[in-house]
């Protein structure tokens, strides 16, 4: 072979999104690092005004989003070190101290309470809020849980009362804080799972029965969660009061139109959209890069939902029920927070305190996230080298 041929191979190889032959998925790696620089943009962008009135320091917040962006990469990368097997092996014990943080975080003087609610845990200049490890630590209990417990998911019409029962006790501390959004997440990660398993269909519309009733009662029996769905179905009404976040949402989107006002010319964002660098970034981002920006993110966001379900779907292949559980239950969750985020922006669904998973700011949420990928990274990474072992036992 050539010079020129071999150069071409090698060029062939390298410029294919994941060659077959590749120890990791390469766009799933790719599509984790573009997503968190639109968010590392995006974030400096809409908080430099709130930056400027409580520091007096326009990049203040855009300085610990790119420290949070650091650490997110290194923990990425770090829980490639981690053995899948590790995670199954220890799944119990990270499922009780989730629990002991989420009752630390309800004691007075230990807990932050912002906006009256008590989700964060204060080290020093850092708060960690315990929800977002939740939804990892249940979705690991879940995938050993199923893992061991398959032809009795799958046969026993009472064996979705025991995920649940579980799924609740995460639920009952998450709504003493209050937290109902992550509670929701928890909630539909239980649900997926099952599906997954292939549980009876009498359980999912039980389920789903018991899920919708719990969640209207929820809502009924506070007046806060009332006033934002009624908010929401007309937030015009009252957009000074319960309507106030959501108007100027949406006029962020419609001032964006189709091709947006251009970086760092948003007027929304000059402390008339509240959290316009956390919850509401996606509007900020609508209103400088339009429709386009906005679709170039849920076009990456889908593609790395899709890459999750494929690495989950490969592991059920293989037989590694573990692998496969574990990978769709974290496409499940990054794919429901996503729409949730971007239904509330937009004014179709009520509003909720979850983040975009990678843009918005907020170290938690953007750790853990990070920590998932790194996840999927590895149970990928696995399935490789068992199917190239597979294939050199074949050849020997």
Known sequence: MSFWQKLNQQREQWTRITPSNALYDRALLWLFLILLSIGLIAVSSASIPISTRLFDDPFHFAKRDAVYVIVSIAVCFGA?????????????HLFFFTLFLLLLVLIPGIGLSVNGARRWIGLRSVNFQPAELAKLSLTCFLASYFTRRYD????????????????????SFLLLQPDLGSTVVLFVITFGLLFIVGAKFLQFVFLFILGLVLFIWLVLTASYRLKRFTGFLDPFKDPYGTGFQLTNSLMAFGRGQWDGEGLGNSIQKLEYLPEAHTDFVLAVVGEEFGFIGILIIVVLLALLVFRALKIGRESLQDEKRFRGFFAFGIGFWIFFQGFVNLGMAMGMLPTKGLTFPLISYGGSSLIIMSL?????????HENRLDRTGQALLRDN
């Not at 490639?80 to 119990?92: A, F, G, Q, R």
């Not at 998932?372 to 990928?380: E, M, N, S």
């Open 372 to 380: 998932c990928v790194g996840i999927l990274l590895r149970i990928d």
């Open 152 to 171: 009795e998911a799958r046969s026993d019409n009472a064996s979705a009362v025991k995920p649940f029962v579980l799924m609740g006790a995460f639920g």
């Open 80 to 92: 490639l070190l981690i053995p899948t097997s590790m995670w199954e092996k220890y799944h119990v």
